[in-house]
């Protein structure tokens, strides 16, 4: 299984960003797709998460309001909106594949990991 993230970038306070993760390889029919995000010296954090095959979403409490987790079945996409956005979420933006299918936010369920993709948003 591969991931790959992207949609990161430099974006002004109360601006929005969609962040993209497509998953290629052998997913099976129904899993987890996690977006975590990590800055400079502390851990990676979670921030959403979806089941792939009915759409079950979980979300930080952070990002309860601001940020929409969907995916695209025919693109294999897991897509992030993130809207009004403060210099506090900038990060770098992990998505990540956890084949059960249930979605959570404890990182070490997670199987497969894409790299990173920049957020920074300016005051």
């Known amino acids: 299984v591969q991931l790959q993230a992207s949609g990161g970038g430099l974006v002004q306070a109360g601006g929005s960003l969609r962040l993209s993760c497509a998953a290629s390889g052998r997913t099976g029919r129904d899993y987890a797709v996690g977006w975590f995000r990590q800055t400079p010296g502390k851990e990676r954090d979670f921030v959403a998460s979806?089941?792939?095959?009915?759409?079950?979403?979980l979300y930080a409490d952070f990002a309860k309001g601001r940020f929409t987790i969907s995916n695209d079945n025919a693109k294999n996409t897991v897509y992030l909106e993130m809207d009004r956005l403060t210099p506090e979420d900038t990060a770098a933006y992990y998505c990540?594949?956890?084949?059960?299918?249930?979605?959570?936010?404890?990182?070490?369920?997670?199987?497969?990991w894409g790299q990173g993709t920049q957020v920074t948003v300016s005051s």
């Open positions: 990540a594949l956890d084949r059960s299918p249930i979605p959570t936010a404890r990182r070490d369920r997670y199987d497969y």
């Open positions: 979806i089941r792939w095959a009915v759409g079950t979403t």
